[in-house]
C-alpha cells in the first residue's frame, strides 16, 4: 500500500500533470491543422498509444486517471471550438 501511494505521489501525479500540459498544446496546434475527422481519427490513435503504454510500463491503476486527461485535453477543453470552427478542411 505505501509503495502504490508513493508510485501515485512520486510519478503518476507529475506524470498526468505534464501529459496534460503536452497534449493541450499539441490539441490546439491540431485542431488548427486538421480537418475535425482527421483530428478526431489523430485523437483515437493516441488514446489507444496511451492505453498501450500503461498496459506495458505503469500500473494499471494510471489509465482510468490517464484516460480522462486524454479526453478532456482532447476534446472537453475544445468542444464549441472544434464543432463550430470546423470549415470541413
Known amino acids: 500500500m505505501a ?6 505521489t512520486a510519478f ?4 498526468l500533470k505534464e501529459t496534460s ?8 496546434r491540431n485542431l488548427e491543422a486538421m ?3 482527421d483530428y478526431l481519427s489523430h ?3 493516441r488514446i489507444q498509444l496511451e492505453k498501450d503504454r500503461v498496459t506495458q510500463y505503469f500500473s494499471p491503476d494510471t489509465w482510468l486517471p490517464l484516460l480522462a486527461v486524454c479526453q478532456r485535453c482532447f476534446v472537453v477543453d475544445h468542444i464549441q471550438l472544434s464543432w463550430a470552427g ?4
Open 3 to 8: 509503495a502504490l501511494k508513493r508510485y501515485r
Open 12 to 15: 503518476e501525479l507529475p506524470f
Open 21 to 28: 500540459r503536452f497534449y493541450g498544446v499539441e490539441a490546439l
Open 35 to 37: 480537418s475535425l475527422p
Open 43 to 45: 485523437v483515437h490513435k
Open 86 to 89: 470546423d470549415s470541413g478542411r
